[in-house]
DNA sequence: CTCCCGTTAC
DNA sequence: GTAACGGGAG
């Protein structure tokens, strides 16, 4: 038994069972019908997660769908992009802006080459070996490359997870253990990568940063900081 | 805690 | 016009 599942197992002691279960049950049904659609989506190939991972950090997905596409016809294999000049690499990365990505890009695609597996890890710790990898995009890899029950925390199940259960977490929410026990916790032992969808979805959709759209929201009536004023 | 950096919201 | 946005590494 795996860390995270032996912490929802005993439950956590900030989220109560019954709320943790009606949060999970509205999003389900949410996600039925709410969930975007983008290229990196559609694929389970290792690499091509990989590479969505390292370009949707600190990116928006809409501008980086076009620059995958781009990305993968050029360096469709981890040889190619093992071998690619790196000064290539971050033209076509321009329009995503934070360039240091292509060398990370690169470098971990020779790491990768020169492991004895010779392909993406499909371990968290194998992952985080990887330079640009860090434990958000490792998690996401497990969950959508290789179907593990690995939940993820970025800014916005961050941002969900405080608003709705009160949670308070530190400045940097990537490294607030609080925050990513509640995540575990939320989580489902099954179809993992489909609710790690569903959370960065209703973050970027209703639960936003600015202005978010409670009225629209399924997590609404249960929620510790639903905007009441939204309806009038 | 700071830097990275283009895009988008305001 | 400016500020907000968003993961990882040093």
Not at 38 to 65: G, I, M, N, S
Request: hydrophobic share 40%.
């Amino acid at each position: 038994m795996t860390n995270a599942t032996a912490k929802r197992k005993n439950g956590n002691k900030l989220l109560k069972p019954a709320k943790v279960a009606w949060f999970r049950s509205q999003l389900v049904a949410w996600a039925d019908t709410h969930l975007r659609d983008f290229p990196w989506r559609r694929t389970r190939d290792p690499y091509h997660l990989f590479v969505a991972e390292c370009l949707l950090q600190k990116t928006d997905a809409t501008t980086v769908a076009p620059i995958y596409e781009t990305f993968l016809t050029r360096y469709p294999t981890l040889e190619t992009l093992a071998a690619a000049n790196v000064e290539e690499v971050a033209r076509l990365l321009q329009p995503l802006g934070l360039f240091f990505r292509a060398e990370r890009l690169c470098k971990s695609a020779r790491i990768i080459l020169n492991s004895d597996r010779g392909t993406i890890p499909n371990s968290e710790k194998g992952l985080l070996q990887l330079p640009g990898i860090g434990k958000y995009s490792a998690r996401a890899i497990l969950a959508n490359a290789f179907s593990q029950p690995a939940a993820v925390l970025d800014t916005n199940v961050a941002r969900i997870l405080e608003r709705f259960f009160g949670v308070k977490g530190g400045r940097v929410k990537s490294r607030c253990p609080v925050l990513w026990e509640a995540a575990d916790t939320v989580a489902r032992d099954r179809d993992t990568d489909k609710w790690n969808l569903t959370l960065l979805d209703l973050g970027a959709l209703i639960c936003t940063a600015r202005n978010p759209r409670c009225a629209q929201c399924p997590l609404q009536e249960q929620c510790q900081s639903a905007d009441f004023l939204s309806f009038c």
